[in-house]
């Protein structure tokens, strides 16, 4: 009786087991599609935008084509959402998009084709909350991916837009810059309840990208600052990363930073600055939290201004190639001392592991001296 009674136990929890992942998945699922619904929004707006620009600049050509790529490009995957929302609604969506195009053209006015360009932005509100929803549509960590979703796709509007320092593609090239634009936007709203290390952090990154976009610099260093502040979004948001080696984060950077100094003393100004950023963007970030969890908090806070301030500020002001190799030598010295450190976290690790194996084999003796029979 006892058995059967154990075995209907284990069949139900597994059953129930079963159901909460199932439950789970689909509520994964349900976020990951309002999460998709809602970056077509945000491209959505920054091709207003860049509308925007253009009728600005008096460039009627060009603000045609960011007029048409909602409905051609975007309208189509949010469509089925919205018919099922509302059918009637999604009607005159699809209208709205349709008509921008002629609303905005050369044979309008700036001022009717900017009221054109506010309607649609009105409607894209009551799509927002039609579909995504007030909660979630306010919601920091949602915001934060869609800022995520915006920049790893400007890298790749940038990438196709730019060859050689030299836009091949402008209109790639201002979707890059438009969704660099909406995502700034967004960061804007939710930078007061982030961490305020991530939120400088961000700020100088979105700087460095402004600036990279303006020199046409190669792909390589916009995915570089792009990736600086997806990191520092995600970092503040509490995204968890893949576990590496520490030690190899410290040979990459001191890798890194010599690639630095062959590069300024070439003259490559530009991905000086990309190595110097990977160097503590890619790989110092994560040393940090271990080594002030050591005891070495000072440590980390002056190779944090060593490398993330100095040396990149160093390079942007162009100064001289001996002042500028003088830095790196001294950070490398600093990442020696990190070298040695390194190993003793493995070692803590184990100590902890250890006590805690001590601990369980007292507790579990102690149960059992308690529960024999007494003389």
Do not use: C
Not at 152 to 169: C, F, Q, R
Not at 269 to 292: G, Q, R, V
Not at 364 to 375: D, Q, V, Y
């Amino acid at each position: 009786m006892t058995m059967i009674k154990t075995i209907t136990s284990i069949v139900m929890g597994l059953t129930l087991i079963t159901i909460l992942t199932s439950q789970f998945a689909l509520a994964d699922s349900a976020y990951d599609e309002k999460l998709a619904f809602a970056g077509s929004l945000e491209e959505t707006l920054g091709h207003f935008w860049a509308i925007e620009k253009n009728l600005d600049d008096n460039n009627a050509e060009l603000a045609l084509v960011h007029a048409t790529h909602p409905i051609a490009e975007l309208y189509s995957s949010m469509k089925p959402e919205l018919k099922e929302a509302n059918p009637e609604f999604d009607a005159k969506v699809e209208k709205t998009l349709m008509d921008l195009g002629k609303k905005t053209g050369s044979d309008v006015t700036r001022q009717d084709a900017q009221k054109a360009i506010d309607d649609a932005k009105e409607i894209i509100k009551e799509v927002r909350l039609l579909v995504v929803g007030q909660e979630l549509s306010e919601d920091t960590t949602f915001k934060a991916k869609l800022i995520q979703e915006l920049l790893k796709t400007s890298i790749a509007e940038y990438e196709e837009g730019v060859n050689n320092g030299e836009i091949s593609m402008m209109a790639e090239f201002q979707d890059g810059s438009a969704f660099v634009w909406r995502s700034q936007q967004i960061f804007d709203e939710i930078k007061s309840d982030l961490p305020e290390h991530e939120v400088e952090e961000a700020e100088e990154f979105y700087s460095d990208l402004w600036d990279a976009y303006d020199k046409r610099s190669d792909a390589e260093h916009v995915e570089t600052f792009a990736g600086g502040i997806i990191h520092e979004i995600g970092e503040a948001v509490g995204e968890e990363h893949e576990e590496t080696e520490l030690l190899t984060y410290v040979e990459n950077i001191e890798d890194l930073l010599n690639q630095v100094k062959v590069k300024y003393a070439e003259g490559d100004k530009d991905t000086a600055t990309s190595l110097a950023t990977k160097a503590y963007l890619d790989n110092f970030e994560y040393l940090e939290s271990p080594l002030k969890e050591a005891g070495h908090k000072e440590l980390v806070e002056e190779m944090e201004t060593m490398m993330r301030i100095e040396l990149r500020d160093m390079i942007k002001n162009d100064a001289p190639v001996s002042e500028v190799e003088q830095k790196v030598d001294d950070i490398l010295v600093k990442m020696d001392s990190i070298a040695q450190i390194v190993p003793e976290f493995g070692s803590i690790a184990v100590m902890i592991l250890a006590i805690a194996i001590i601990s369980i084999v007292i507790v579990s003796a102690k149960s059992r001296l308690s529960i024999m029979p007494k003389i």
